[in-house]
């Protein structure tokens, strides 16, 4: 399988090592890959239910003729290993609360701007929704696609959780893990493009975004989302206002 034209040789080295195993502890069903764009820079965005998430986004992605530009928490940046690898690759980290918020956005913006694919996890942490549904989004995923105009695609991916439960340390790769991934359409966000970037148009773009994660991935399970969608600060109330504080947070 020919790398991704935009990977590094440090990305490619590490495909190299991951990518085996990989194919070796999952069964793959990918589906929507006609929706991927063929040029142009363009935001993958998907649902977080653990932690090897990102590696099997990665992998849908990367042997789909993209080398995604993940946006992961900058504290991941920090551990012996792992951050040397995530830097090496391109990855960006994601500064929350703080005075470097902005240099995430921006990074983003460049990569979009150069023709990559950046990979967001809209909900910004795992799922705190009991059935691991798709939980209300952070801004960052609106942010920086009202600020590009950058097509985003909606991802919906189910089937890590097995390899990796929330929360859990243990991987469980044999026998090997059915992961189903499809992507969707471009979400439609042409009428929020001209309006003022406000907290009202940002949740609204947020919304929608996570919205056709959820659509895909009930057709993935076979099942309805439930009808309020999960607020963790407000596990019992369903969905509310995001804070200031919630806004000026970026996607994972």
């Known amino acids: 399988m020919p790398a991704p034209q935009r990977s590094n040789r440090a990305y490619r080295n590490v495909a190299r090592l991951i990518r ?42 990367y042997d789909n003729g993209f080398a995604p530009r993940i946006l992961a ?8 290993v792992l951050g040397p690898v995530l830097r090496a690759t391109g990855q960006i ?4 609360g703080t005075s470097d ?8 913006v460049e990569a979009l701007a150069a023709g990559e694919c950046v990979a967001v996890f809209p909900e910004g942490t795992l799922t705190r929704e009991p059935d691991l549904w798709p939980m209300v989004g952070k801004t960052g995923v609106a942010r920086l696609a009202l600020t590009t105009r950058a097509p985003v695609i909606p991802v919906a991916q189910w089937g890590p959780q097995d390899l990796l439960g929330r929360y859990k340390k243990l ?4 026998p090997r893990k059915l992961v189903t991934i499809v992507a969707g359409p ?26 056709a994660i959820t659509v895909l991935l009930e057709e993935i399970r076979g099942e309805r989302a439930p009808a309020v969608r999960y607020d963790p600060r407000f596990p019992d109330r369903g969905t509310a206002t995001p804070t200031p504080e919630d806004l000026a947070e970026g996607a994972e």
């Open 20 to 61: 085996p195993v990989m194919l070796a502890v999952t069964k793959r069903d990918w589906r929507g890959i006609e929706h991927l764009p063929v040029s142009g820079g363009f935001i993958a965005a998907t649902n977080h239910m653990t932690e090897v998430d990102p590696l099997t986004f990665a992998h849908f992605l």
């Open 73 to 80: 928490k900058a504290s991941l940046f920090s551990v012996p």
């Open 93 to 96: 980290p994601v500064f929350r």
């Open 101 to 108: 918020a902005r240099k995430s956005l921006q990074s983003a």
């Open 171 to 174: 991987l469980k790769p044999f």
């Open 186 to 211: 471009p979400v439609d966000l042409d009428d929020l493009y001209d309006r003022p970037m406000d907290s009202a148009t940002l949740r609204e773009a947020t919304e929608r975004v996570v919205a």
